[in-house]
């Protein structure tokens, strides 16, 4: 089996290789994540995990490096991060009752037989209609800390979800599948 190294600091993406029986190896990449606000949303993830795929993979040898990076989009405006608790109500007040997508960027690169692969997976996600009192007791959680959209799927933030449309594993953070797709096309590979 080829040596992988999983490019990023999210505990979520390593816990999904962990799902799917790979104890994955992790090298934390070390970039600016600044963007360019003329480039598309997708161009954007893509770029990012770009950037932290070659980041890593100067720092390890003959290794795949899988990186990636997650965006919330809502009407072509970018929502990243929250910087503190006002910033993650404002967010959670807009996305309620509304329809918005996640983008995943990922990188792959066989740092051996320097091949380089970028790709992006899209999720629609449909929130429920949240009154005050439930959005303030879903900031009382801190489970937005450190996530795009200032929720997570993955926890309580799945009470706020009414549908999603696509790959739930994109919206975590690793469209684990699709990268298996990728990593078979491109890479002779196969996760299973
Ligand atoms: C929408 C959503 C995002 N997220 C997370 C996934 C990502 O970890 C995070 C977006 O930040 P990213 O910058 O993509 O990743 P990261 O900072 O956690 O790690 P690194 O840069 O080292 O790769 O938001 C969830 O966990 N659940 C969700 O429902």
Redesign the pocket.
């Known amino acids: 089996m080829k040596n992988f190294i999983l ?4 505990p ?2 390593k816990e999904i290789f962990k799902q799917i029986g790979i104890d994955i190896k992790v090298v ?2 070390s970039i600016n ?1 600044s963007i360019r606000t003329d480039e598309r949303p997708e161009q954007i993830a893509m770029s990012l995990a770009f950037q ?1 795929a070659i980041d890593v993979s100067n720092k390890v040898d003959n290794s795949i490096i899988i ?4 965006i ?1 989009v809502k009407e072509n405006e970018i929502i990243g ?1 929250p910087k503190n608790k006002l910033d993650a109500r404002k967010t959670l007040q807009s996305l309620s009752g509304q329809k918005h997508s ?1 983008i995943t960027g990922f990188a792959l690169i066989d740092n051996n037989r320097l091949t380089k692969i970028v790709d992006y997976e899209l999720t629609e996600v449909y929130f429920k209609d949240l009154d005050t009192i439930e959005i303030e007791a879903y900031l009382e959680t801190y489970e937005y800390l ?4 200032s ?4 926890g309580k ?1 799945s009470l706020l979800v009414e549908k999603i449309n696509g790959c739930y594993f994109n ?3 690793l469209p684990i599948s699709k990268i298996n797709d990728s990593l078979k096309k491109y890479f002779d590979i196969s996760l299973i």
């Open positions: 490019a990023s600091a999210s979520r993406r934390e990449s994540e932290k990186a990636a990076d997650t919330v991060k996640v450190d996530k795009a959209g929720y997570a799927i993955q933030g919206v975590v953070g």
